[in-house]
């Protein structure tokens, strides 16, 4: 029988891991209102988190406590990890809180990175207003005290904020700006549109352009105290010498590297080891993407025959609809994967956001919540409707039918994310379930990442196999592959302070063939949320790796949907740590 569960940090006996990853759950949630939003969880609908000094300390606490409370519910060893969920959850939730606490403990991230509070704070009322997972009255109820709530919040940061590289402060001030237009402009028009067609429900509309309005004036703030940050006035911890000038400033460095590998990703390789192998599959993913190239003259001549290969103005948005259709057919031919019932359309982004999506985490396809009522997924792309002709036959090139196929279908709302959100959502671990749900500005929790990444560009590969993709797509796809190792590259490499971003943005531009400003912006992302770019690209070899070696075993017994039902039943856990327990358990 289950003992009753302790209170937590009181030092008492043993707790049972249910009392225990209860515990974690509800101070996880309660620390990370906007995330349990998105998670489908409402209890804290109404709040921003406590991000101020004294509430820093007091989540650092908590968390200190509940590592306390999983050792005390049995936590295995990281190489004890055998049974699932019950082992693998409570490994999981510590790994979590292990690196929130050193994210915190490092001087950076909250205390560094401006665009994770205006990333809360814009998303804490769009989380709300997008997503219509309860009545409007209650959601802008909400939405109004988070609004209300705004100043104050980002007055914290001026506190719990020691340095900040200058390109992130511009990422920062470019958000308050955009976030300035959307709740001035934009709002009040949602709103006005509501009113005139008698949508309101009775919600108070007056109050929440009001919030709008007071938070507006809170992001106007934010924006003139980042524009005054001084640069020659930021503490230096003592116990950091390396904090100085940028580049440091941009980097984690090994040791808070290794930490996420080991702990969030469950790689044992150290990272310098880890880089070479990123760089050999650099060098052989490019070596390919040049021998496909031969026939058509090069890369360049390939990008311009993708782009010429689109469907007409009048068929733009039916095309997404009609590979997300074929793209299921063809799994279900080859006995891919089994489709939850999860159905999703491709509509237009509302017009609440659509002029402020692209300078925001505004996500195309952002995971449904877990917890939420299931119904019909809205995918969201631009519109072509207010476009120039000329704009639209730009925007038509840009969004060609390889993206359409690559991104937008297979790798996100398809079989990729979408399939594996809603295996996910099923699973045995209550980790897996919510660790890779899209958050403010990153996804809920690091562990998800390598499954959730690696599912998501694996897939592109495994439908390339099929010959789903046509030959110019598969050019694309390998493309694709130089960029997946490319970016693992970066990440490694910058965090291990081998490069700076100007050397990140060089090596995308010459490895990653990106534009100059596309690679500025990727470089820049990286240094902000370290041991993230390398996930696509380990999670990706990881899965195929475990495909082998199971193929190898079950020999001409090796179904492919049973390997990849299975492998996705986990939820979004690591990889490597998937494979220990497949392969065990057929070894047991």
């Known amino acids: ?3 009753p569960a302790a209170r937590v940090g009181d030092g008492a006996g043993a707790l049972t891991p249910s009392a225990a990853l209860d515990r974690f759950f509800d101070v996880y949630f309660r620390q990370r209102p906007v995330t349990a939003t998105f998670t489908g ?4 609908d109404d709040r921003l988190p406590d991000w101020s000094p004294e509430g820093l300390e007091r989540s650092r606490a908590e968390m200190a406590a509940l590592r306390a409370d999983l050792r005390r519910a049995g936590l295995p060893a990281d190489g004890d990890v055998r049974a699932f969920p019950a082992d693998v959850d409570l490994a999981l939730a510590d790994a979590t809180l292990e690196i929130a606490m050193a994210e915190y403990d490092s001087g950076r991230f909250v205390h560094s990175n401006p665009t994770l509070w205006t990333g809360e704070a ?8 997008t997503r219509d997972f309860a009545p409007l009255g209650t959601r802008v109820e909400h939405a109004r005290a988070r ?3 705004t ?3 980002l007055a914290q940061a001026r506190h719990a904020i020691l340095r900040a590289p200058k390109r992130w402060l511009a990422k920062a001030t470019g958000e308050c700006g955009t976030a300035v237009t959307l709740l001035r402009e934009a709002l009040p028009a949602w709103l006005a549109a509501l009113d005139h067609d008698g949508a309101s429900g009775g919600a108070d509309l007056e109050g929440l352009a009001g919030a709008a309005d007071i938070a507006a ?6 924006r003139r105290w980042l524009g005054e940050f001084d640069t020659p006035g930021w503490p230096v911890p003592s116990s950091d010498p390396e904090w100085g000038e940028s580049p440091s400033r941009e980097r984690v460095g090994e040791e808070m590297l290794s930490l996420l590998l080991r702990r969030g990703h469950w790689v044992t390789t150290p990272p310098a080891d880890l880089l070479r192998e990123a760089q050999d599959a650099l060098d052989d993913a490019t070596a390919r993407l040049g021998t496909l ?3 058509y003259g090069g890369w360049a001549a390939v990008q311009d025959l993708l782009a010429a290969q689109h469907p007409p103005a009048d068929r733009w948005l039916a095309r997404f609809g009609d590979r997300w259709q074929q793209c299921r057919d063809a799994s279900e031919t080859y006995a891919l994967v089994t489709w939850p019932e999860a159905p999703l359309r491709y509509v237009p982004y509302p017009a609440l956001v659509k002029d402020a999506a692209p300078q925001l985490y505004y996500m195309h396809y952002r995971s449904p919540a877990p917890f939420d009522p299931v119904g019909t997924f809205d995918y969201v792309v631009p519109g072509l409707d207010d476009l120039a002709p000329a704009q639209v036959e730009a925007r038509l090139r840009t969004w060609n039918d390889s993206v359409i196929t690559l991104n937008h279908v297979v790798h996100h709302g398809a079989i990729g994310h979408h399939v594996q959100n809603h295996h996910a959502y099923r699973s045995a671990s209550r980790i897996g379930r919510v660790a890779a749900v899209d958050a403010a500005c990153r996804i809920s929790m690091f562990v998800g990442g390598s499954l959730a990444e690696g599912w998501a560009c694996y897939v592109c590969d495994l439908m390339d196999e099929i010959g789903f993709l046509t030959p110019l797509e598969a050019v694309a796809q390998q493309h694709t592959r130089v960029r997946l190792a490319a970016r693992a590259v970066a990440d490694l490499t910058l965090h291990l302070g081998r490069s700076d971003i100007a050397g990140i943005t060089a090596h995308y531009e010459d490895r990653a063939m990106m534009t100059p400003a596309a690679a500025r912006a990727e470089a820049v992302r990286n240094s902000m949320y370290p041991g993230a770019a390398v996930m696509y690209w380990l999670g990706t070899r990881e899965i195929h790796r475990l495909r082998r070696e199971v193929a190898r075993r079950d020999g001409d017994a090796f179904s492919p949907r049973r390997f990849h039902d299975r492998l996705l039943s986990y939820g ?3 990889v490597p740590l998937i494979s220990r327990l497949m392969l065990g358990e057929a070894a047991s």
Do not use: N, Y
């Open 147 to 149: 609004l209300e709530s």
């Open 572 to 574: 979004a856990i690591p």
């Open 151 to 153: 100043p104050h919040f």
């Open 1 to 3: 029988m289950d003992q």
């Open 122 to 129: 814009i998303f804490g009322a769009l989380s709300l207003l």
């Open 217 to 222: 004036k809170g992001f106007d703030d934010f």
């Open 41 to 44: 969880l409402h209890r804290h």
């Open 293 to 295: 190239c031969v026939p």
